[in-house]
C-alpha cells in the first residue's frame, strides 16, 4: 500500500470519528479502510486506534502520529497546489482592506488593471483606515501604512515608500511668512490629522536618531487627508502629507512644497497576510503587482 494514501485514511477516520464514515467520505469499503489504518500499524510496530464493538480513540502514539500526519498531508497538498499553480492563473475571490485615500487613489487602479489581465479573478476591495483582522475578518490580503508592530502568524512584505511633505498655499505664505527649517514650524498655524482620537505629529528624519517628531500650532483637526488639503489650498494653515495625495495641487500652484532641502519623512506601505505553507497564487501576484507600480506613483516625477 502507499504509505501517504494511508495516512490519509487514517487522519480522515480519526476527524470523522469512525471507520464507516471515512469509508462513505473515500468512496471505499470499510474493510479498507481497516486495512490502511492496519497496514500503518504493522508498518510501526505499534497500535495507532483501540477498536471496540462500540467505540474507537486513539492511542497515546496514535494522537501524536495524527498530528504529524496532518502536518505531512498539508505539506503534500501545498507542493501539489504549488505545481499547479504554475499552469494555472489566479482566480477566485481576493478580498483587501485598504485605506480610504490611498486605497482609493493608489492600490485600487492597480488591483484593477491586475484583475483586467486575470478575468477569472473576482475583487471585493474594502475601504478603511482600521486594522483589520486577516483571520476573524476573512481577508486574503490587508495594506498597512506606518508602523506594523509585532504581529504574530502574519507575514509583511514592504511595497512602496510615501513621501511626506510639508505645504501651504501662496495666500497663507503671504500673510505669514515663509518657514525655511523645521524649527520655524512652532510659530505657524497647520492642519492636523487625528485619527482614532489621537493627533499625529509630523516625522522628519534625524542622521542617525530618531525622527524629530513636531506638532505645530493648529485649530483645525481632521481625520480626512483630501480634506486637510483642501483647507490647506484655501490658505488655513500648513499641511503635512503624502506627496502623491498633492502632486497636482502642487503642479497647478494651489499649494507650494516647502522645507525642500529637508529630507522627506518615508511612510512605508507594507502588504500583510497570513502566513501559510503555499501563498495563493492570486495573493502572490496581486502583491507583486503592487510592489512594481506604487513606488512609480510614489515618486516626484510620477
Known amino acids: 500500500m502507499d504509505r501517504l494514501t494511508s495516512m490519509a485514511v487514517f487522519v480522515k477516520a480519526v476527524d470523522l470519528g469512525s471507520f464507516a464514515a ?10 479498507m479502510v481497516g486495512k490502511h489504518v492496519q497496514f500503518l500499524e504493522e508498518r510501526l510496530g505499534v497500535r495507532l486506534i483501540t477498536r471496540t464493538t462500540r467505540r474507537q480513540s486513539l492511542t497515546e502514539f496514535g494522537r501524536a502520529y495524527y498530528e504529524r500526519c496532518r502536518a505531512i498531508l498539508a505539506e503534500a497538498d501545498a507542493a501539489d497546489a504549488l505545481a499547479a499553480d504554475q499552469l494555472s492563473e489566479p482566480r477566485g475571490k481576493l478580498r483587501v482592506s485598504m485605506p480610504v485615500h490611498f486605497g482609493r487613489r493608489c492600490v485600487a487602479p492597480v488591483l484593477l488593471a491586475f484583475a483586467q489581465r486575470h478575468p477569472r479573478l ?4 474594502s475601504f478603511n483606515d482600521r486594522l ?11 495594506i498597512r501604512t506606518g508602523g506594523l508592530g509585532d504581529k504574530a502568524g502574519v507575514i509583511a512584505r514592504r511595497i ?7 505645504c501651504a498655499a501662496p495666500a497663507y505664505l503671504a500673510a505669514h511668512g515663509h518657514p525655511r527649517r523645521i524649527e520655524e514650524l512652532s ?10 482620537g489621537r493627533i499625529r505629529p509630523w516625522l522628519f528624519p534625524c542622521a542617525g536618531n530618531s525622527p524629530v517628531e513636531v506638532t505645530p500650532s493648529n485649530r483645525l483637526r481632521f481625520d480626512d487627508l483630501d480634506a486637510i488639503a483642501d483647507a490647506a489650498v484655501l490658505g488655513m494653515g500648513l499641511a503635512w502629507l503624502p506627496y502623491w495625495l498633492v502632486r497636482e495641487r502642487i503642479q497647478t500652484g494651489s499649494l507650494v512644497r516647502l522645507l525642500p532641502d529637508q529630507p522627506e519623512y ?5 502588504a500583510v497576510w497570513l502566513q501559510t505553507p503555499h501563498l495563493p497564487l492570486k495573493v502572490r501576484l496581486a502583491v507583486d503587482a503592487l510592489a512594481q507600480a506604487l513606488p512609480e506613483l510614489m515618486q516626484y516625477n510620477a
Open 160 to 166: 512602496a515608500r510615501q513621501h511626506m511633505v510639508v
Open 122 to 125: 473576482e475583487l471585493d476591495l
Open 22 to 31: 471515512a469509508a462513505d467520505a473515500l468512496a471505499l469499503s470499510g474493510p
Open 132 to 142: 483589520v483582522d486577516l483571520a476573524e475578518d476573512d481577508y486574503d490580503l490587508s
Open 187 to 196: 510659530t505657524h498655524q497647520a492642519i492636523i490629522y487625528r485619527r482614532s
Open 266 to 270: 518615508l511612510y512605508d506601505v507594507y
